[in-house]
């Protein structure tokens, strides 16, 4: 068929099916055996055919696209999220239209709006609401939430982030801190709720708290981490021995604070991030931090958006991703 454009017709031929056939398994639509499928799928590669998605999205009202929001596309934990996305959806001829919601509320609505404008066929996204935007009830569209659960949110995978926590906090009681302090996002979406939460509960085993002065609530971001662990060590002193930061930024920002007031970690103060960011294994000294998986994070997620997309049951309806402490120099 070499010098011409392949048709469905030129597939169905070659293949020996039908053109309804053809159209079902470009579509995903069912209704064939999965011997016919193999065989069509084949002869569509083998030919070079490649489906009028314009036509089809008119026709079907799907765009064999998947919308995907993300709060900062430079974060590399996002980053890597975005990534197995699109390489998962795409052995499944999806595009993936990505959005940057800045952590901007109004930003991030307008962005649902455009995907759903777009006849996107599904969405994925990390949400900075504490309750579900009024346009993701959508009942043509399904939506999974990954990483935050917002309030009322149906599909949600998320990783064991209470456990992050508990385990952050036991590390640095085990290895002797007696004056614990917590830096955390001021924002109390519910990753940094439940965080918090397993770290206060880790504490209280051990007899210790951290109330008051002693829990810091910033920016998520180096800078503001650097700048407010200069301030208190300026104001009160180092009046802590152990540090638990709600993500890995945060804990280098804390690092260099350190560093630069004369004061050696983990001699003087241990310090646990979270996220486990390549940063946190080489900066100096690498950080311990709790690492979160996510490439099993984002194949969940894919997987329960196709089977909504596609209308199969759902055995259940949130998954919580287990992690890990990774413990390396700073405690």
């Known amino acids: 068929m070499e010098g011409k454009k392949v048709s469905i017709v030129d597939v169905a031929k070659t293949a020996g099916v039908s053109t309804a056939t053809v159209s079902r398994v470009v579509n995903q639509l069912g209704g ?68 940057d919601s800045n952590e901007d509320p109004e930003l991030e609505e307008r962005h649902i709006q455009d995907m759903f ?36 949110a149906e599909f949600v995978v998320q990783s064991d982030n209470y456990q992050g926590g508990y385990l952050a906090g036991k590390e640095l009681c085990e290895k002797g801190c007696t004056r614990p302090l917590l830096i955390r996002d001021y924002r109390m979406a519910s990753t940094i709720q439940q965080r918090r939460r397993g770290f206060l509960d880790a504490l209280a085993e051990y007899g210790k708290t951290c109330e008051g002065n002693f829990e810091i609530t910033i920016l998520p971001d180096y ?37 630069e007031a004369g004061y050696n970690v983990p001699g003087q103060v241990m310090i646990v991030g979270f996220d486990n ?11 311990t931090t709790v690492a979160q998986d996510t490439e099993q994070m984002a194949l969940v997620a894919g997987e329960a958006l196709l089977k909504l997309i596609r209308k199969e049951p759902i055995e259940q309806k949130e998954y919580v991703v287990p992690i890990h402490l990774e413990v390396r120099s700073t405690t």
């Open 223 to 259: 800078k503001s981490a650097k700048e407010k662990v200069a301030e208190f060590l300026g104001e009160k002193g180092c009046c802590f021995d152990g540090v638990f930061t709600t993500n890995d930024m945060m804990a280098l920002g804390t690092i260099h604070a350190l560093a």
């Open 277 to 287: 960011v390549s940063l946190s294994e080489f900066c100096n000294p690498p950080m």
């Open 117 to 152: 404008d777009k006849n996107v066929d599904g969405l994925i996204y990390v949400s900075g609401m504490e309750a579900i935007s009024s346009l993701v009830k959508n009942p043509r569209v399904p939506v999974v939430f990954i990483d935050r659960s917002p309030k009322n």
């Open 32 to 99: 064939y055996s999965k011997e016919t499928e193999k065989k069509v799928l084949h002869t569509i590669k083998e030919c070079g055919f490649r489906p009028n998605v314009n036509a089809i999205g008119l026709r079907t009202r799907r765009s064999h696209s998947v919308g995907v929001i993300v709060p900062d596309i430079t974060n590399e934990f996002f980053a890597k999220i975005v990534r197995t996305l699109d390489i998962f959806f795409i052995k499944y001829n999806y595009s993936v239209l990505i959005c």
